[in-house]
């Protein structure tokens, strides 16, 4: 069976966590220190906060923000559920919008039409690790009219004056756009370091700091790491300085910080990052390859004249066939011995935004994607070989399928 996603694990990487163990340093402390350092580094950020997963970097930073009862923040309709669950968390409500029709991500001008004076921050999502339109997104919020019915609640809000642009950076490490990093063209990125993405440490992530040059960024990543420690001023390494014991507790905390061993799995992926992406390219490149002789195949875009991918997820799609066609060739692929996916079920499919009002009938571009997509597997370890039994494995399905009637709508 050829995986869909497994994690790249050798003897660099598990020689790696045995040295973290046997320093003795196994929570935060000096390697996670300098994994921030380089991810700043490799990516440019002006700050950057490690944490133990997306999801928790991600609710700290809307408290930190001051996200609550009574706000908006845009998403896509098209992205894992976590991206509206955080906003549900902190008490506000998640505003979904549709696609564009070339690509997976987020509308620029559907975002304007539901923008609100309680719209506090658009989470931008870089699907498959395409960037999003980061380059409209910012013209929009800092147009005058958009501007001028902005409503800030607290100093931060104030000090920005405009909604705040939050990249959801999970499948993009690596993407760039205008000449660097995509994630530099957001006010805060965040991003996972879950185990089935580009970079991984088992579980984690980061939080990735752009604002504007008025805003002190060393102030901020003291701030995040006292936020992510339960509010405490000092950590367990500042605690090792000989009588340092005594610490407050400014506000009540978070407490989601990364551990040395992840820190360590992800210093080994960082090193070799560039490696990594470069073989997921090629893998892209075969794909392309392989069904550029099929008419059913749409292809996904992944490199533009300022845009490109970090190659994370493959989402072919297939023209014609309705969403039990796509669930029956998926099935058949899997009887060929590939497992493959499907990115996202749009969130307005699922019961918990369903109950919350959201209708599938109101993101027909999301909808239109999702149901003729099949997510194929992207990987380091990933042969040529393999890569043509999982395209042979594709195109055996389909010719198989097509030949079948099936009609069933959404409900
Ligand atoms: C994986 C993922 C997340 C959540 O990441 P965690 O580190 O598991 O919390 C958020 N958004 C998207 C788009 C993802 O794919």
């Known amino acids: 069976m050829i995986p869909f996603s497994p994690p790249r694990i050798d003897d660099v990487t598990t020689e790696a966590v045995v040295a973290a163990l046997k320093s003795g340093w196994i929570t935060t402390g000096p390697r996670t220190k300098q994994f921030e350092k380089e991810i700043s580094a490799y990516c440019g950020h002006k700050t950057t906060v490690a944490v133990n997963s997306w999801t928790t970097g991600m609710q700290v930073l809307l408290a930190w923000w001051g996200i609550k009862e009574g706000d908006e923040v845009i998403i896509p309709a098209y992205t894992y559920c976590a991206s509206a669950n955080v906003i549900i968390h902190a008490g506000a409500t998640p505003v979904m919008v549709d696609l ?10 559907k975002v304007r039409a539901a923008i609100t004076p309680r719209t506090k921050a658009i989470m931008a999502v870089d699907i498959s690790g395409f960037p ?19 409503n800030p609640s607290n100093e931060l809000q104030e000090k920005l004056g405009r909604i705040l642009l939050l990249a959801d950076a999970a499948h993009s490490f690596g993407a760039l756009m205008n000449g660097g990093q995509a994630t530099l063209q957001s006010d805060i990125a965040t991003y996972s370091f879950h185990a089935v993405k580009n970079l991984t440490t088992a579980e984690g992530g980061a939080l990735c700091f752009n604002l504007p040059d008025s805003f002190d960024h060393d102030v901020i990543y003291k701030q995040m790491c006292t936020m992510i420690l339960h509010g405490q001023n000092k950590d367990a390494l500042a605690k090792t300085i000989k009588g340092n014991w005594k610490y407050d507790v400014e506000e009540p905390g978070f407490k989601c910080n990364m551990t040395d061993l992840q820190a360590a799995i992800g210093l080994v992926e960082l090193n070799r990052y ?3 992406l470069d073989r997921r390219q090629e893998i892209f490149r075969l794909y392309e390859k392989g069904f550029s002789n099929v008419d059913w195949a749409l292809l996904p875009t992944f490199k533009t004249e300022n845009k490109t991918s970090s190659y994370h997820l493959y989402l072919l799609r ?5 969403e039990d066609q796509r669930d029956s060739i998926i ?10 996916n499907v990115h996202f079920q749009p969130l307005p ?32 370890d990933l042969t040529n070989e393999q890569v043509q039994t999982v395209i042979n494995a594709v195109i055996k399905s389909v010719a198989k399928i097509m030949n079948k009637e099936f009609v069933t709508p959404y409900s």
């Open 100 to 109: 564009n029709e070339g690509d997976f991500n987020l509308n620029a001008e």
């Open 132 to 150: 999003a339109d980061y380059d409209l997104l910012r013209i929009l919020i800092n147009e005058t009219e958009i501007k001028n019915q902005f």
């Open 274 to 276: 560039q490696e990594s």
């Open 318 to 322: 297939i023209k014609g066939i309705s």
């Open 349 to 380: 499919l699922l019961t918990a935004y369903k109950k919350r009002g959201f209708k599938m009938d109101n993101y027909p571009e999301a909808y239109k994607k999702y149901a003729n997509e099949i997510s194929l597997p992207v990987y380091f």
């Open 331 to 340: 099935q058949e692929i899997y009887d060929c011995d590939v497992s493959v």
